[in-house]
């Protein structure tokens, strides 16, 4: 759009140019170059507000995807498969919760661990068997994760 205005500008600068005449010829060709970079101008701020719209747009939905479930943390560990390896007392394919609870002892490490930022504590040598699922929580929300970590640590 801007190489359109521009060019614009050049055939009106050399239409006048090419006029011929006197002075007032020459005002009235700085008036119209002036008029037409003004015009320049106005639309390409045009363009960057509706960049700047859109921005916004995107960044709203962005929000609203990451936005909670609302659902509490056993749901979340329910219906996210986390219950296929763990159980809340006693070890299955993975530790108990209760264990996972007592090794992390504190919600923020663990949900570290959940967002793939921190090392396996309870039983490294089944990490392996844990890792493809954490891709789930990876792309959990902040609030999903603290509500997840919220159920867990809450099993004694």
Known sequence: M???????LAVVT???ASCG?????AADNQEATQAVEQKADEAQQQ????????KDA????ANDQAAASGKDGKTLFMENGCVACHKETEK????SLKDIA????????????????AEAIVD????????????ITKKMNDADLGALADYIMSIK
């Open 2 to 8: 801007k190489n359109y205005l521009i060019a614009l």
């Open 14 to 16: 050399f239409g006048l």
């Open 21 to 25: 005449g006197g002075n007032d010829k």
């Open 47 to 54: 363009a960057q507000e509706a960049t700047n719209e859109a």
């Open 58 to 61: 995107n960044q709203e939905a």
């Open 92 to 95: 299955s394919v993975g530790p």
């Open 102 to 117: 007592a090794k992390y002892g504190d919600k923020a490490k663990l949900i570290e661990f959940l967002k793939g930022n």
């Open 124 to 135: 490294p040598a089944q990490f392996a068997t844990m890792k493809p699922n954490l891709e």
